[in-house]
C-alpha cells in the first residue's frame, strides 16, 4: 500500500521560505511520478511541481518557476519542495501525490491533477504578515 506523508508546512511572511517534504512507501517499483498539489480556498486544484523517478525530469507551474524547487532523495524515499520568495497567494493546502506510471506525469501533474494514484492528506501552508 502507498503512503505519502507531508510536513513542513506553516505560517511563513511574505518573501519568506518554506520547505515541504513527502516521505513515499509501498511502491513496488522505483519508477514513478511524484508531485505537489495545491488547493487554495475558493480556487480549484492545481498542479504545482512534480519528479518522475525514471529520468529525473520535473515540471513546474508558471505561477512558481523560478521560486520553487522540487527534489528527491532516493535514499530516503523523500521527495522535497523548496519554496522560496512565497507570495500570499501560495497560500494552499499542499498535497504530495504519486502516479505509477511516469509516461503520464506531465500531463497529470499540469492538466489532469485526478489521474495522480495516490495522495497524501495536505498539509497547510499560510504566507501572510
Known amino acids: 500500500q502507498v503512503q505519502l506523508v507531508e510536513s513542513g508546512g506553516g505560517l511563513v511572511q511574505p518573501g519568506g521560505s518554506l520547505r515541504l517534504s513527502c516521505a513515499a512507501s509501498?511502491?513496488?517499483?522505483?519508477?514513478?511520478?511524484i508531485g505537489w498539489f495545491r488547493k487554495a480556498p475558493g480556487k480549484e486544484r492545481e498542479g504545482v511541481s512534480c519528479?518522475?523517478?525514471?529520468?529525473?525530469?520535473?515540471y513546474y507551474a508558471d505561477s512558481v518557476k523560478g521560486r520553487f524547487t522540487i527534489s528527491r532523495d532516493n535514499a530516503k524515499n523523500t521527495m522535497y519542495l523548496q519554496m522560496n520568495s512565497l507570495k500570499p497567494e501560495d497560500t494552499a493546502v499542499y498535497y504530495c501525490?504519486?502516479?505509477?506510471?511516469?509516461?503520464?506525469?506531465?500531463?497529470?501533474?499540469?492538466?489532469?491533477?485526478?489521474?495522480?494514484?495516490?495522495w497524501g492528506k495536505g498539509i497547510l501552508v499560510t504566507v501572510s504578515s
Open positions: 501525490a504519486a502516479l505509477l506510471d511516469p509516461y503520464y506525469l506531465q500531463h497529470r501533474c499540469m492538466f489532469w491533477s485526478d489521474g495522480m494514484d495516490y
Open positions: 519528479i518522475s523517478t525514471s529520468d529525473g525530469s520535473t
Open positions: 509501498g511502491f513496488t517499483s522505483d519508477y514513478y511520478g
